[in-house]
């Protein structure tokens, strides 16, 4: 708890300095904490230099079954700079993209007996990783409206968002399947060195446009290293995506479809920091190796009913949809659903809400050794998520897992989770 401490202690400091610097107290009808600098933020966004900073915090328990039964506090700061070489006066169509981050605390992941993290947000960068990290460096160089390249150290988390299930963790569900497709987490590394290229139908000023894109990324990157040495030293991965918004029922919706193919030689056990299962095992266990490895994924969201003078507001179903290889990748088979939404009660139009379900297929390559202590896990979330201002929102969580371990009962899972945007 003495980071846990720390980090309270750097908030409370930080926000007074802030206050005191913007001559302030705290506006609750502001979107940051610390507002608007004294009018500085403006001016940095209006000369090219945007800022915005998070803390997410998070107290989660198994309250039942698992393999322990504890409550942990854990959480991270997200810093993100975007400078617009536009308007700077340098580069037309030209920005950089920088993230920094950092966990501090413990997590319940590990308490649960599965494979797939309850609480995303202790998976990245990296588990039980305290260090400060820098995990992009995106340079972006439009071309023409509707064409870009990009190039550098490269997030891949936020290429799969969903409206419903997406936001990282931050705003939405908190357990990682209703976050991303796990059968894509074999190939595609979370930060890493890469470039790629986007097309826009019409172009990327259309208000929704269609988006096709391809990457080539270093196989081997991790959020805590330059990469230069060593990202695309044993192969790369190949991604391409098709994103198309819809109009079905007059409401928005989209549909994304993505494949991933890597080069690389992978095991079913390759380690894997957002997986759990080798570390489960307690016993060693090897496996022929595959000099490539693929998966295909589906994403989508679909509003079922929107307000009328805010399509914001209103409720939807979305849905993820993956398949890999089982020779390389432990998820074979992947699905989740569910119903999300913002808004509809009277005074609350900013909170947001959701109920999934997943199922994670193992491979059936693993054998009868694995399959005698380990099979497929499956389960269900819950969430809440209150305004209490523009920059603080607190989120209700509760999560029933089937685990992977056969010898573990069902996890029964409570959290709350703050999230103060600076």
Same mark, same amino acid.
């Given at each position: 708890m003495k980071?846990?401490?720390?980090?309270?202690?750097?908030?409370?400091?930080?926000?007074?300095?802030? *206050?005191?610097?913007?001559?302030?107290?705290?506006?609750? =009808?502001?979107?940051?904490?610390? !507002?608007?600098?004294?009018?500085? %933020?403006?001016?940095?966004?209006?000369?090219?230099?945007?800022?915005?900073?998070?803390?997410?915090? *998070?107290?989660?328990?198994?309250?039942?079954?698992?393999? =322990?039964?504890?409550?942990?506090? !854990?959480?991270?700061?997200?810093? %993100?700079?975007?400078?617009?070489?536009?308007?700077?006066?340098?580069?037309?169509?030209?920005s950089l993209d920088v993230q920094v981050e950092h966990q501090f605390g413990e997590f319940a992941n590990e308490d649960v007996g599965t494979i797939l993290g309850t609480n995303i947000d202790g998976l990245f960068p990296l588990p039980n990783y305290q260090h400060i990290n820098v995990s992009q460096v995106k340079y972006t160089q439009f071309l023409s409206e509707s064409f870009a390249v990009y190039m550098g150290k490269i997030n891949t988390l936020d290429c799969d968002d969903n409206i419903f299930a997406g936001g990282r963790g931050k705003t939405n569900f908190m357990n990682q399947n209703f976050i991303v497709n796990s059968v894509g987490l074999r190939t595609v590394p979370y930060s890493t060195l890469g470039a790629g290229a986007v097309v826009f139908f019409p172009d990327a000023l259309a208000k929704d446009h269609a988006i096709l894109s391809f990457m080539v990324l270093g196989a081997d990157g991790q959020p805590n290293t330059s990469g230069f040495n060593e990202d695309f030293d044993n192969g790369q991965t190949f991604v391409v995506g098709y994103h198309q918004p819809t109009r079905f029922f007059d409401k928005p919706g989209s549909h994304t479809f993505s494949g991933t193919y890597g080069t690389k030689d992978y095991t079913l056990l390759s380690q894997d920091p957002r997986l759990f299962l080798d570390a489960m095992l307690g016993y060693p266990v090897t496996f022929a190796k595959e000099d490539d490895s693929w998966s295909l994924m589906y994403n989508m969201h679909q509003y079922l009913f929107t307000e009328e003078e805010d399509e914001t507001q209103g409720f939807g179903v979305f849905a993820r949809l993956g398949t890999a290889d089982e020779k390389t990748n432990p998820i074979a088979n992947f699905y989740s659903a569910g119903l999300g939404g913002k808004?509809?009660?009277?005074?609350?139009?900013?909170?947001?809400?959701?109920?999934?379900?997943?199922?994670?297929?193992?491979?059936?390559?693993?054998?009868?050794?694995?399959?005698?202590?380990?099979?497929?896990?499956?389960?269900t979330e819950i969430f809440y998520n209150f305004e209490i201002s523009k920059w603080m929102h607190v989120t209700a969580d509760f999560q029933i897992i089937e685990p992977s371990a056969n010898n573990v009962d069902n996890a029964y899972i409570a959290g709350l989770r703050m999230k103060i945007d600076f």
């Open positions: 980071i846990a401490n720390r980090f309270i202690v750097f908030l409370i400091v930080f926000c007074v300095c802030a *206050s005191v610097y913007a001559e302030a107290v705290p506006d609750f =009808n502001s979107t940051k904490l610390t !507002g608007d600098w004294g009018g500085e %933020r403006t001016k940095l966004a209006e000369n090219g230099i945007t800022v915005d900073m998070d803390a997410v915090q *998070s107290y989660q328990g198994v309250l039942d079954g698992g393999k =322990n039964q504890s409550w942990k506090y !854990g959480g991270s700061m997200d810093y %993100r700079f975007k400078f617009d070489f536009q308007k700077m006066g340098l580069w037309q169509g030209a808004g509809i009660l009277d005074g609350r139009d900013n909170d947001t809400y959701g109920v999934g379900y997943f199922y994670a297929q193992l491979s059936d390559e693993f054998g009868r050794l694995i399959e005698r202590d380990f099979s497929d896990t499956q389960g």
